[in-house]
């Protein structure tokens, strides 16, 4: 047996927690910082949404001292709501971060409590980057481990694998010891939960919200005594085997330290599910070959896999609905020559001509195609066919996005979000976050 199994993945993680230090993830620092620029773009989009100030306002009354920022907003909470609230603007639009092979958003549930807990204790940039780098690896090898059949039994792997990684990363950042770090990470085993049904409500982003908040609560009760068995994660008894199968222990820590979960993170140019970019870029392709004659569409067909029908091949009744749909994204790509916040907002779902132009749409399995790839076709009236496939869309690893374009998106979700926060003071604060001594300088930045 190796040494990692005999005791334990928690203890294995803390271990790889406690001991890295700053130049240690420096080759990684570029990539996080992309991440937290778009954490900051999708938080920022999200700040004056109905579901942030319903949590805002329910939260208020029961707010411990306000020490953390609620991202784009003027009010702050203390910092397990802040954790929880940002982490639930982050998440809001289905425009964060993905970590392709798991479908896991990585900063949203680790980012929004690392941020919260260094402004209420005032910790440095460097060490929320490096706190934020090992939380993202911790989240992401526990869905390497129960992927794919985890999330397709139900569990919604951001929420649930990102208690993991709030936990570790808010441990890191407080300096626990190996034994509070494991214990920590072993207590969020316990406070684990979001379902895939959930994916069209505002539900689902409470659970990342929790996510957030109680990853943050783990580490806490940690530095406080609290204990946790070093196999809540893989154990006979324990987290993976109650919500799916058996962990692939391999998985969980072969490599630690070595290869980054981090460095295959991607970012969306589109708000909606990251199975359907492939869709969009299809049919902004044929958009142009069709010189304008979307009238005279009888049908189209979007081929994909089991994944993008299982997700996409749905009613659409809200925006949450639109953001999960193939035929809405088709709809939108091919009649408006885009696929940004607005054409996602309920005001276009309800068009008529949107609404007609998705009843031609139909969804058909092709299982020759992997997961995030698609092929649309479209059949005129007069008989003509037009077709294209896409394998690899805008935003995956063969077609990042570039830093111009994250910062665009983060202006862009801005000027949506309606925020008073000076958002090219946040640009350059998040660029050069390892200097600042303090990381309060970036999350007060307002007015």
Request: charged letters at 20%.
């Amino acid at each position: 047996m190796r040494q990692d199994e005999a005791q334990g993945a928690a203890t294995t993680f803390a271990d790889f927690v406690a001991g890295t230090v700053w130049e240690d993830v420096t080759a990684q620092d570029h990539e996080a910082k992309r991440s937290i620029l778009n954490f900051f773009a999708t938080a920022l989009g999200s700040s004056r949404d109905p579901a942030v100030a319903v949590a805002l306002k329910t939260l208020l009354p029961f707010s411990g001292a306000a020490t953390s920022a609620i991202i784009g907003r003027p009010e702050r909470l203390d910092a397990m709501g802040a954790a929880f609230v940002n982490a639930i603007s982050a998440n809001l639009l289905d425009f964060d971060d993905t970590h392709l092979d798991t479908i896991i958003h990585p900063a949203a549930p680790v980012a929004a409590p690392v941020l919260a807990l260094a402004q209420a204790r005032g910790f440095s940039g460097q060490a929320v980057l490096t706190a934020f780098i090992l939380g993202v690896e911790v989240e992401c090898r526990v869905g390497n481990a129960v992927s794919p059949g985890h999330y397709a039994r139900g569990w919604h792997i951001t929420s649930t694998c990102g208690v993991f990684g709030a936990a570790a990363a808010c441990a890191k950042l407080l300096g626990l010891s190996v034994q509070q770090i494991s214990n920590a990470i072993g207590i969020a085993a316990s406070q684990s939960a979001g379902v895939v049904e959930n994916l069209p409500s505002a539900a689902k982003n409470v659970s990342v919200g929790n996510a957030a908040r109680n990853g943050l609560f783990a580490a806490l009760l940690a530095s406080n005594g609290y204990s946790a068995s070093p196999k809540a994660i893989e154990g006979p008894l324990g987290w993976a085997r109650a919500m799916g199968d058996a962990p692939d222990l391999a998985k969980l820590t072969d490599g630690l330290g070595k290869s980054w979960e981090i460095a295959k993170n991607t970012y969306k140019p589109y708000p909606a599910g990251i199975v359907f970019h492939a869709v969009i870029d299809a049919c902004f392709k044929l958009r142009a070959q069709l010189d304008g004659r979307i009238d005279y569409i009888a049908s189209i067909s979007v081929r994909g896999s089991a994944l993008l029908l299982a997700r996409g091949d749905r009613p659409v009744r809200n925006e949450r609905d639109a953001r999960v749909s193939i035929h809405h994204c088709v709809a939108c790509a091919l009649l408006l020559g885009a696929a940004g916040v607005t054409e996602f907002s309920e005001t276009t779902v309800s068009r008529p001509d949107i609404i007609s132009l998705r009843r031609k749409v139909k969804a058909v399995l092709d299982a020759s195609l992997p997961d995030g790839a698609a092929r649309v076709t479209i059949h005129l009236a007069s008989g003509e066919t037009f077709d294209e496939i896409v394998m690899a869309a805008k935003g995956s690893l063969e077609d990042p996005l570039t830093d111009r374009d994250i910062e665009a998106k983060l202006r862009e979700c801005a000027r949506l979000g309606g925020t008073d926060w000076d958002i090219e003071r946040v640009i350059d604060r998040v660029w050069n976050l390892d200097t600042l001594a303090d990381v309060s300088g970036l999350m007060g930045t307002h007015g």
